[in-house]
């Protein structure tokens, strides 16, 4: 179970490193608002699943 929960955790981290590129200047510039979403996407599908299992977890389910 360890390793699921470390899974959700990189792929939070997935997600800021997506909204953190620096694209500027390079030939991947005009898809700069796909990865933001993408981004933004990824940290909250990953963060509410960590939520939800956390509660589960608590619950005893």
């Keep these: ?11 939070i981290l997935s997600g800021f490193a997506l909204l953190r590129a620096p694209l500027n ?3 991947l510039e005009s898809v700069a608002p796909v990865t933001d979403i993408i981004g933004i996407l990824a940290i909250l599908v990953f963060s509410l699943f960590l939520i939800y ?5 608590m619950l005893g389910k």
């Design 53 to 57: 299992k956390g509660i589960m977890a």
């Design 25 to 27: 200047g390079t030939f």
């Design 1 to 11: 179970m360890d390793r699921f929960i470390l899974l959700l955790v990189a792929g």
